[in-house]
């Protein structure tokens, strides 16, 4: 499994995890990178982790992920854009 499917599939353990217990979703509300690392799920050096609870309403977010560093390994831009998309869901 590449990289980016196994972090897309962490994820998507995490948020099916945070639907069905409330304390886990306590926990990831208060300190997701602490969640994240936990999983093995690398934020790097990104600075804050926030995690925002889609509510229903009217109103849709579209996060606007920092362009990728260009020689240091970083996954290539669609790669960074598909992680924040799913991140933002």
């Not at 962490?10 to 936990?38: C, N």
């Not at 290539?76 to 598909?82: I, P, R, S, T, V």
């Amino acid at each position: 499994m590449s990289y980016q499917l196994d972090q897309t599939a962490k994820l998507r353990e995490i948020i099916l995890q945070a639907w069905k217990d409330p304390e886990f979703k306590r926990e990831l509300l208060a300190d997701p990178k602490k969640v994240l690392a936990d999983r093995k799920i690398n934020v790097g050096d990104y600075g804050d982790v926030k995690v925002v609870e889609c509510v229903r309403s009217k109103v849709t977010y579209l996060v606007l992920p920092a362009p990728p560093g260009d020689s240091d390994g970083e996954p290539g831009l669609w790669d960074c854009a598909e992680a924040n998309l799913l991140l933002g869901i």
